[in-house]
């Protein structure tokens, strides 16, 4: 059996009314219904007033939105310069394909171009136009800026 003694029972938490509130542990105020509102009486009600973190989701949601519409803004940006690069390429470009093939474009088609990779084997490729990733050199480029790209290219360490 258990025992329980009247000191221990009066330490307890109690709910107390004051004003038509129902008041619990430590005095926090409860928002439930009294005996007035027709609730049992000494029923704690939810209070609607938000926490310590209430400030927190609305922020966290607007940070979440900002990354969201960069992220959109980026993408149709490079997409727009990919688009641009990919309509201007011309016969005699300098490009590098997806795939790390280097060579100088011969033909252009509606989708595809011709790719010549090695001038002394007569070697050429047809490829997918989307698989262009850079260009190298462009043909319309200033003879000296193209010049210099050789020559860079070019050197090698002479041998005594």
Known sequence: MIQINAATIASWPTLA??????QGVLGAEGGGAGPDQGG?????????????LGWFFPLLMLMIAFLFISTIMGGR?????????????KKRDRVQTAGGVIGTIIEIKDNEC???????????????????????????????ENAEHDT???QEPASA
Do not use: C, F, H
């Open 114 to 144: 011709l790719l010549e990779s090695d001038r002394a084997s007569n070697t050429r490729l047809w490829i997918a136009r989307s698989s262009v990733s850079t260009v190298l050199r462009s043909a319309n480029a200033p003879a000296a």
């Open 40 to 52: 049992a009486p000494g029923a704690q009600g939810v209070q609607g007033q938000p926490g310590g």
């Open 17 to 22: 009314l004051q004003d038509g509130q129902v």
């Open 77 to 89: 940006k490079e997409r727009k310069r990919r688009e641009a690069m990919l309509g201007a390429l």
């Open 152 to 154: 860079e290219k070019t």
